[in-house]
């Protein structure tokens, strides 16, 4: 097709063992028309070439896609979806997802949500992990049985304007939503839930921007000491500064030596509506 064109796909029906991988010199534009793929040896869906991928999913379709590992077989990869390029999901269907190996969705570039529902009910390690950015402007995202952590755009950033995020960890030591740049959220509903000792619920290595949407929390982890150093369980956790404004928050922390809201800098609260409460 001409390289300036999308390779547009669609793509329906079910097996129970197979995979769709793509090589293309065009972004590719992926429409999931009632989709159910499961794959134990690669990458259900994989988009080899560094290019920009959208799936869309399709008005009234529910799509199911899973990676299941079998001992010694298969080769190595990333994710359930795995991508090289920037990664964007659209659409008014749904998509429930397993990440066997790994992540349930991967790319080594951003990851933007603008509409759909997604269920990802189980992943090895992260349910949604970016190496650049990931974005989150509208569609409805829940997070569940988890090994790792919920969100996580490793070096870049995470950026909510809209739509919805449910996130549940059960283990120590893991993050709700991570980042290493800045954490921002200017819209949207948010909820986590923490069940392990030492987890976060929003982690950020620089500063965390929150100035709108609605944020409800529950943490039940408690605070472990290790060579002298206490490591909390929080709901939000900065290493540099932690801006509050406009916001609706409502979070409980039942766990011993909990914090709502913890950072290394500052924490500035203006405006809106906020509901700490520690047992």
Known sequence: NDLQ????????????????????ES???????GL???????PAIEVQSNVSTTIELAEYTCNMLADTIV?????????????????????????????????AIYSKQGITFRGGDFAIAHASSDAIHSKSYVRILNGNISIDSIQQDGIDADEGYIDIQGGSVYVSVQNKNRKGLQCDSTFT??????????????????????????????????????????????????LVKGDKNVYLSGVDMKFVHYGRGGRCISADGDISISGGRYQFETT
Do not use: W
């Open 27 to 33: 972004n590719c534009h992926i429409v999931f028309q």
């Open 5 to 24: 064109s999308p390779l547009i796909l669609s793509v329906s029906g079910s097996c129970k063992e197979g995979s769709l991988s793509i090589q293309s």
């Open 71 to 103: 001992a010694g077989y298969g080769m190595k990869y990333d994710g359930c979806i795995q991508t090289n390029g920037e990664l964007c999901f659209e659409g008014e269907g749904s998509l429930n997802l397993k990440g066997g190996r790994k992540h």
């Open 185 to 234: 959220m200017s819209g949207g509903m948010l909820g986590i839930y923490l069940y392990g000792d030492q987890s976060k619920g929003i982690k950020s290595k620089e500063d965390i921007r929150i100035t709108g949407g609605m944020l409800t929390g529950e943490a039940f982890g408690n605070a472990v000491i290790e060579d002298g150093d206490v490591s909390y369980c929080s």
């Open 36 to 42: 159910n793929l499961q794959s134990s040896m690669c």
